[in-house]
C-alpha cells in the first residue's frame, strides 16, 4: 500500500509538470565555447592570414574560412539541440517548481522568493584549473534552506513570473546583467569574425570581461543575501559548494 501510493504520487507530480516549462542545464555551453568554438576560431585566423587553406593531417584535409564558418555553425546548432532534448534539471508549472535530480515538488505556497544569480566556481580537476560562472535560480522557501539549481538560463526566471507574477524576485538586475554578457561576447565575437578587431582595444576587452567575471557576481550575490540573508557564497578552490543551500 506504501509503494503504491508514494508510486502514485510520483506519477502525479510527473504529470503535473508535463504542464510546465522544462529548463536543461546550459553547462555544456562552456565546453561549447572551450573546446570548439576557440579552436575554430584559431584556425580561422591562422588561414586569414595565410590566405589559402589550411592543410591538415598530410595535405588530407584542406580547410578554408569558408569551410570553418559552416563547421562552427553546424556543431554549435548540433550541440544545442542535442542538450535542449536531452535530460533536464526542472520544471516551473502551476504547482510551482519541480526538481528532476532529488524527485521534489517546491509549491508556490513554501517559496517567498526566487532570483537568478552568478556564483563563481573555481577549482582543480585532473590538476587543471577551472573557473566558471554558474547561472543559478536560487529558491527561497518557507523555514527552509533556500535551493540553488546550477547552470539555469535567465529565462527560468521569467517562467516563475508567467506563473505566479506575484512572487519576488530581481528579474530586473538578473535582465541587466544576462543583456551585458549577450553584448558583451557577441560583439567580441562579431570583431573577429569581421576582423573589426583593434590589437589596441585589448586592455579595455579585459576590464570588461573582469567586470563580467567578477564584479557583477559578487555585487548581485549581495545584494539577494542583504534582503534574504548570508547564504550564497561564491565557490573556492577548497569548497565547491560554499552556499548554505540545497544544491541541484
Given at each position: 500500500?506504501?509503494?503504491?501510493?508514494?508510486?502514485?504520487?510520483?506519477?502525479?507530480?510527473?504529470?503535473?509538470?508535463?504542464?510546465?516549462?522544462?529548463?536543461?542545464?546550459?553547462?555544456?555551453?562552456?565546453?561549447?565555447?572551450?573546446?570548439?568554438?576557440?579552436?575554430?576560431?584559431?584556425?580561422?585566423?591562422?588561414?586569414?592570414?595565410?590566405?589559402?587553406?589550411?592543410?591538415?593531417?598530410?595535405?588530407?584535409?584542406?580547410?578554408?574560412?569558408?569551410?570553418?564558418?559552416?563547421?562552427?555553425?553546424?556543431?554549435?546548432?548540433?550541440l544545442i539541440l542535442l542538450?535542449?532534448?536531452?535530460?533536464?534539471?526542472?520544471?516551473?508549472?502551476?504547482?510551482?517548481?519541480?526538481?528532476?535530480?532529488?524527485?521534489?515538488?517546491?509549491?508556490?505556497?513554501?517559496?517567498?522568493?526566487?532570483?537568478?544569480?552568478?556564483?563563481?566556481?573555481?577549482?582543480?580537476?585532473?590538476?587543471?584549473?577551472?573557473?566558471?560562472?554558474?547561472?543559478?535560480?536560487?529558491?527561497?522557501?518557507?523555514?527552509?534552506?533556500?535551493?540553488?539549481?546550477?547552470?539555469?538560463?535567465?529565462?527560468?526566471?521569467?517562467?516563475?513570473?508567467?506563473?505566479?507574477?506575484?512572487?519576488?524576485?530581481?528579474?530586473?538586475?538578473?535582465?541587466?546583467?544576462?543583456?551585458?554578457?549577450?553584448?558583451?561576447?557577441?560583439?567580441?565575437?562579431?570583431?573577429v569574425v569581421t576582423k573589426?578587431?583593434?590589437?589596441?582595444?585589448?586592455?579595455?576587452?579585459?576590464?570588461?570581461?573582469?567586470?563580467?567575471?567578477?564584479?557583477?557576481?559578487?555585487?548581485?550575490?549581495?545584494?539577494?543575501?542583504?534582503?534574504?540573508?548570508?547564504?550564497?557564497?561564491?565557490?573556492?578552490?577548497?569548497?565547491?559548494?560554499?552556499?548554505?543551500?540545497?544544491?541541484?
Amino acid at each position: 500500500m506504501i509503494f503504491l501510493t508514494g508510486l502514485r504520487h510520483s506519477v502525479g507530480v510527473s504529470f503535473r509538470m508535463k504542464k510546465g516549462i522544462k529548463f536543461h542545464s546550459i553547462y555544456y555551453r562552456y565546453y561549447l565555447f572551450i573546446v570548439v568554438i576557440l579552436p575554430l576560431l584559431f584556425l580561422w585566423t591562422i588561414t586569414e592570414k595565410r590566405g589559402e587553406k589550411l592543410e591538415l593531417f598530410q595535405g588530407m584535409v584542406s580547410i578554408g574560412q569558408e569551410e570553418i564558418n559552416y563547421i562552427l555553425s553546424g556543431i554549435s546548432l548540433f550541440l544545442i539541440l542535442l542538450f535542449s532534448f536531452i535530460g533536464w534539471k526542472c520544471s516551473i508549472g502551476e504547482e510551482g517548481i519541480y526538481l528532476c535530480k532529488i524527485d521534489l515538488l517546491v509549491p508556490w505556497t513554501e517559496i517567498t522568493a526566487v532570483s537568478h544569480v552568478w556564483i563563481n566556481e573555481a577549482h582543480y580537476v585532473r590538476k587543471k584549473f577551472l573557473f566558471y560562472n554558474r547561472k543559478t535560480l536560487v529558491v527561497y522557501r518557507k523555514d527552509y534552506k533556500p535551493i540553488c539549481i546550477y547552470n539555469i538560463s535567465l529565462l527560468g526566471l521569467y517562467a516563475v513570473k508567467f506563473y505566479h507574477p506575484e512572487i519576488r524576485t530581481n528579474l530586473m538586475t538578473a535582465s541587466l546583467a544576462t543583456t551585458f554578457n549577450l553584448i558583451l561576447n557577441s560583439t567580441l565575437l562579431y570583431g573577429v569574425v569581421t576582423k573589426s578587431y583593434q590589437f589596441e582595444n585589448t586592455v579595455i576587452w579585459t576590464i570588461l570581461y573582469f567586470i563580467k567575471a567578477f564584479i557583477l557576481p559578487v555585487l548581485m550575490l549581495a545584494g539577494q543575501n542583504k534582503k534574504y540573508g548570508n547564504a550564497l557564497k561564491h565557490a573556492t578552490i577548497y569548497s565547491i559548494n560554499a552556499s548554505d543551500a540545497i544544491h541541484v
